[in-house]
């Protein structure tokens, strides 16, 4: 019985070292990959980049024609100063963000949970390809991330601990939360109800902490009352006027695919994988008398409270949506984000360790291959456009984006030598203005606006058309606009087409050859 006992605990050891191996690899992984994309910054990251370089003195009226909260362009902006506005200085900014997310995942969930566990979620969070594509974008959802696990991580340190300093950390990071993305205040609104619940079913300290816990919450939001006259004129002139809402199930589905990692079966598998683990460490129980795993609903309080808080904050966030017919992206998912991962460590650390550390590494490696995949396809096309435009074109051409959604990437990897206008407005297209931006568009003529655009060009200069019809507002706008180019100035020739499929933003090149 010695000797059996003896192998079996060497083989325990040796899975245990194994899991160890794996998981840091997974670490080690999702670091490097943070600050690997070299492709050219998409239409959110340059319009991210141009708002950052307004500095504070402008920041504010940038954003009241964008839509957002200040925090994340605030402190782009001073990482801008530190480290230049480079497309990989900008994305390393998110990029660090995400190692921060990783080590605060292990950290958050070590208050809960063993070292093992904590080492696998912490290995989940650098691998999720949702946290990868997130840590390489000019965009707030990394920073998002990190200041939801703060917040989760100072909640239970409150809990445990009713400190004013416990407190005053959670009360930071939940106001700023709020001035990072104003999905928080759906999760605000969650968190506080989950607190008033709490407060009820709670008697003397306990109770007087809760309810000192509300109190601080309300104070979180004392910050975002001095932003409550730019978030009202957002709430009216800009909104989301780029997409309508879609079903709630397209929410879903838009959540997993994002979870996944985007679009192909990599993707596909991992979404289907990641509910699977959530479904086996929310779904299953440990039995109090004999250990033994049972399925039912799980015995950890702190868990159940963040599914219950991501779970509300989504209901919520949709729900909205639906009524005022805004717009839901995949990436809004990031509120239930966490929670996935957490319900998938407790999960995978539930099976027997042979197990897993065998499904531990399969979903590693899916999440791997759905990263590369995903890392690999460039997110514009206009690095392409911007190449053959730079080989074929000369010094002061006109470049006309059409529409103007596609103007502030192509004007930052174009550079200075070129005049740019942007349809409908035809300026030179920085950056979007969303204010009333619905009504500006469909109230747009092509005809009128191709008659502008070449009575303000005048040069014998080349035209360049960068073109794409399906944006939300322009109907087949830009193929009208394009087609009365093509009237008065007898035809241009196509150089390259939009590709869908390779580029996440694609776009048509249309040459108008002044030499005809």
Sequence with gaps: MYGYDLIVTEKLDLQQSMLWVVAVMGILFGAIFNFLPMTPLWLDEAQSASIAGEGFSSLFDAL??????????????????????????LRAFSGFLGCLVIFMTWFTFRMHMGKRESLIAASLIAASPFSIRYATEVR?????????LCVYLNLYRTTQNSKNKNKFFYALTLASLLLTHYWSLFFFLALLVSLLIKAKRSSGEENKNYKSL??????????????????????????????KAPRPTVVLALTLEAFGGGKGSEALLVAVSLS??????????????????EVGLNELSWLNRICLISISTMLLGGAVSLLTDTAFQGRYGVFFFPFTIFASAVGLSRLPPKATLLIFTIFLLLCSVSVARELSRDRTQLGEIADVVISKGKEGDAVV???????????????????????????????????????RNSNSSPLLLAEKLLARHTSEENIWLVWIDGFESFENQCSSFRSELNKRLGGGQTLVNADGDEYYNPANLVRYDSNK
């Design 140 to 148: 707030m959802y990394s920073l998002l991330i990190f200041l939801l």
């Design 64 to 89: 009241r024609h964008d839509g957002h909260p200040p925090l994340y362009y605030f402190l782009l902006g001073i990482w801008a100063d530190l480290f230049g506005n480079s497309d990989f200085a």
């Design 214 to 243: 509300i109190a601080w919450s309300a104070g979180a939001c004392i910050p975002f009352i001095f932003w409550l006259p730019i978030f009202f004129e957002q709430l009216e002139h800009t909104g989301t006027p780029w997409a």
């Design 401 to 439: 984006f059409c529409p103007d959604q596609l103007a502030p990437a192509g004007n930052r990897i174009l550079g200075e030598k070129y005049e740019f206008f942007a349809y409908p407005s035809l300026g030179g297209g920085e950056r979007i203005d969303w204010y009333d931006y619905r009504e």
């Design 276 to 293: 699977l683990l959530v479904a086996l460490g929310f779904f299953t129980r440990i039995n109090e008398i004999d250990s033994r795993l």
